[in-house]
């Protein structure tokens, strides 16, 4: 092993005296000061743990020529997938290593794109980005949402499309919410909650959301309140207007459930009252599109991997509805109305399916995809007969396609040009069993003609959560991690949206140990099968995917050589005290429920760690603005680790300062990021890296 896992010297994590009572269970939480994250005390101890964690990562040798191949390779033109509004087309482009993509508009697809908007300019350090466009009907005004240093809150303005300049229009207070336009482009809707506390907003916890309407040209303070529900501290809303412009669509959601209501308002009527059409959460319904009174929604309704129906607001009685696609084997992930047909995206083993239906849903064709992969967009109006879609897998990266809805045929739009050569790897699909039987799928992808010896450096990485589905999607540091000879493998763990809600709610409560089974079980399937042994294995994923890694590092810690939780949620007793954590006990449970403080209890990776015991090496990644999984859950880990570990290996903390849970990062701190996690892998996995 290198000398570079030797002697760290930790610093002092002072304790307190805090006892909490859950149930008759009497848990201590010695590390609570840590919450405090603006507490002097709590700067004091991040500037100590940054500093023995770069101390021990720069000192690795083949960090510079990592960061310098990482760096080389990211600089290729990535472009999003274009859309239209009016008579302009709208795409996001970075020229390589922008810290933030840059908004473009054209008036076809061969004139000449004009800047609409370059978050590169709006700070120094890329730590502003942009949070969410919405273009109005006309082409000519964009809404557009700020986030700073990586946090869930926004703040909205306004943009003329033409002169490139913003209007009066600023809007504060958003979060979890996008806008949509009226058709008469003179105004949107969205949802904000109350001004918060200044000094305590990135903990706060988030209740009572509103739905309002913001006339173009007026101040916030004039905007009109379209709908909350005072009663319902927990219930969030999405406003959408209908292509026609008659309705206002109101999705209702609470917490992180995939369940949710459906309310609607008729627009021609000022006066009109917000009707209640779906009022029960028994299943999800997406909203599709419209035929004057009739309304077709997306559902897993009795149909646990999707299906479309239709109902007639007029005649809304349950026995009333139609459906129109019934559940395949399928899970349908989307459906959109183009060239007057219904296109549906399905996932068939965690890779995409294309179908194309006519509106009494019969099948009329499968689009044809470039391979085994991703594919997403197909967006547009419903005459439209051309639409664009991406297509990515781990060894392509994402290639934009422009679709003819009349002749069924694709052709490449945009191809980005990557320095390395796909033909050297290879991506399998195994199916493997968990501890009770269940048959798991996972992708696998390494360089053609590696040997399995039991030796090879293997990154697995996971989520399971959310009803989140994990699909073949390309990763330049994926690439770098294959050069150094590394094999990277992702299993669907249950708990995602993979084959629907079934194997979501598998994966959740009181089931939520099943994922982490499913995790265990791939790793050992990949040593069983010689791609791997413990020495030569590293896991990793963020946010619930942070939890699954500190659970599975707790529950058996002999399997990994390493671990790489990044902003995960590691307290599972106190995750739903901060911002938007209440509104994960959907899927975790609550710790107020004494049978699932039960189950929280037992996995809870902050309260699982075992004094004496060695830890495989583990180097936790948060930042100190994230105000999805506050850095709390980290700290108060990487302090209980440090404290509990008594082997050789590094148990270190890195924690990125002006950043958030991910969203927006500046692409010169994810490089730094990941050149980071690949030279830990190196200096412990002890892997030789080519010259």
């Known amino acids: 092993m290198p000398d570079t896992t030797k002697s760290i010297s930790y610093p002092t994590t002072q304790t307190v005296n805090q006892v909490d009572d859950y149930h008759g269970t009497k848990v201590s939480d010695p590390y609570r000061w840590l919450e405090d994250v603006d507490s002097q005390e709590t700067k004091a101890w991040v500037e100590a743990q940054n500093q023995v964690t770069f101390d021990y990562l720069n000192q690795i040798p083949a960090r510079s020529q990592i960061k310098q191949r990482l760096t080389q390779l990211w600089d290729y033109e990535k472009f999003s997938i274009p859309f ?7 795409y996001f482009k970075n020229d390589g290593l922008q810290n933030q993509s840059v908004l473009y508009t054209l008036t076809s697809l061969d004139s000449e794109p004009k800047v609409l908007l370059d978050p590169n300019k709006l700070s120094e350090d890329g730590t502003v980005a942009l949070a969410g466009i919405a273009i109005s009907e006309n082409g000519k005004l964009m809404a557009y949402g700020l986030s700073t240093s990586g946090s869930d809150w926004q703040e909205w303005k306004v943009r003329d499309v033409e002169t490139q300049e913003d209007i009066s229009d600023h809007i504060n ?3 979890f919410s996008g806008a949509s336009w009226t058709k008469d482009n003179q105004g949107f809707f969205y949802s904000r909650y109350d001004q918060p506390n200044e000094a305590t907003k990135l903990e706060d916890i988030n209740y009572f959301q509103k739905l309002y309407y913001h006339k173009i040209g007026t101040p916030q303070s004039e905007d009109v309140l379209i709908y909350h529900r005072p009663d319902q501290k927990e219930w969030g809303f999405n406003g959408g207007v209908t292509e026609d412009g008659r309705y206002l669509i109101i999705s209702v959601w609470q917490g992180t459930d995939p369940k949710n209501l459906v309310f609607y308002k008729d627009l021609a009527d000022a006066n009109s009252q917000v009707i209640e059409l779906i009022s029960d959460f028994e299943a999800s319904y997406s909203f599709i599109d419209n035929d004057g009174s009739v309304f077709l929604f997306q559902t897993d309704l009795d149909a646990a991997r999707g299906r479309a129906i239709a109902i007639d607001i007029n005649n809304r009685q349950k026995e009333n509805w139609r459906e129109i696609i019934p559940q395949a084997t399928e899970t349908l992930e989307s459906i959109g109305i183009l060239n007057n047909q219904l296109l549906a995206d399905y996932l068939k083993d965690a890779r995409s399916q294309i179908k194309i239906f006519n509106l009494n849903g019969e099948f009329v064709r499968e689009v044809t995809l470039p391979g085994i992969g991703s594919a997403g967009g197909f967006g547009g109006k419903r005459w439209d007969t ?18 003819d809805m009349t002749t069924g045929e694709s052709t490449v739009f945009r191809q980005p040009q990557v320095d390395f050569n796909p033909e050297d790897y290879e991506t399998k699909q195994v199916f493997y069993s968990s501890k009770d039987g269940t048959q798991v799928p996972m992708f696998i992808t390494h360089k053609k003609g590696l040997q399995l010896n039991g030796n090879n450096p293997t990154y697995l990485y996971g989520y399971g959560g959310f009803n989140v589905s994990l699909t073949p999607s390309f990763s330049v540091g994926v690439i770098v991690w294959m050069e150094m000879g590394g094999v990277y493998a992702v299993p669907n763990l249950r708990g995602g949206g993979e084959y629907g809600e079934e194997w979501h709610q598998a994966g959740t409560k009181l089931n939520k140990q099943n994922v982490f089974d499913d995790f265990i079980a791939a790793a050992e399937w990949l040593i069983a099968n010689n791609y791997t042994s413990p020495a030569k294995l590293a896991i990793s994923g963020g946010s619930n995917g942070g939890l699954l890694v500190g659970a599975c590092m707790t529950q058996r810690p002999d399997l990994f050589a390493a671990a790489l939780p990044a902003v995960g949620v590691m307290d599972m007793l106190r995750f739903h005290k901060f911002t938007i954590g209440w509104a994960w006990t959907s899927d975790y449970g609550s710790p107020d429920h004494p049978e699932e403080f039960q189950a929280l209890y037992a996995y809870s990776p902050l309260h699982n760690l075992k004094p004496g015991t060695s830890y495989p090496a583990t180097l936790i990644t948060t930042a100190d603005h994230d105000d999805r999984v506050v850095p ?43 050149a980071d996690k690949w030279a830990f892998l190196v200096s412990i996995l002890d892997i030789t890296v080519g010259a």
Do not use: C, M, N
Not at 84 to 90: A, L, W
Not at 386 to 403: D, G, L
Not at 667 to 672: G, L, Q, R, V, W
């Open 173 to 175: 207070w958003i979060k």
């Open 632 to 674: 709390a859950h980290s700290f108060k880990f990487a302090a209980a680790l440090q404290e509990a570990h008594k082997g050789e290996q590094p148990v270190l903390i890195r924690i990125e300062t002006k950043a958030g849970h991910g969203a927006g990062k500046p692409t010169a701190k994810i490089i730094e990021e990941i």
């Open 84 to 90: 239209k509004e009016g008579d302009r087309y709208f």
């Open 386 to 403: 051309e639409t664009f879609y991406s297509f990515t897998s781990f060894t392509t990266p994402a290639t934009i396609y422009r679709y």
